[in-house]
Nanobody
């Protein structure tokens, strides 16, 4: 089993910053893509940013220039640095990981989510 645990959420004012962290633990051979998603009340879950094992990154247009994703393969962690936050960034943020449990067994896992609230 693999567990993803997010931390770092909270409440900030417009223009503030937060850094989210997601740590994977359990039976892990290696982790491929790690991705942050978010879901606001009444809306569908949407991709925020993703990072490959080789540190290739992709971002949703609405966070480009404000958010930075990074990872530490040795610690099986992924970070999301969020700057210049806006009220529309308010959502529950979820970590997702594409995990090789063994060299031949691949599964996808989600964290439990962490709330980010940005007030105007």
């Amino acid at each position: 089993q693999v567990q993803l645990v997010e931390s770092g959420g909270g409440s900030v004012q417009t223009g503030g910053s937060l850094r989210l962290s997601c740590a994977a633990s359990g039976t892990i051979f290696s982790i491929n893509d790690m991705t942050w998603y978010r879901q606001a009340p009444g809306k569908q879950r949407e991709l925020v940013a993703g990072i490959t094992r080789a540190n290739g990154t992709n971002y949703a247009d609405f966070v480009k220039g404000r958010f930075t994703i990074s990872r530490d393969n040795a610690k099986n962690t992924v970070l999301l640095q969020m700057n210049t936050l806006k009220p529309e960034d308010t959502a529950v943020y979820y970590c997702n990981a594409d995990v090789l449990v063994t060299p031949l067994s691949r599964n996808n896992y989600w964290g439990q989510g962490t709330q980010v609230t940005v007030s105007s």
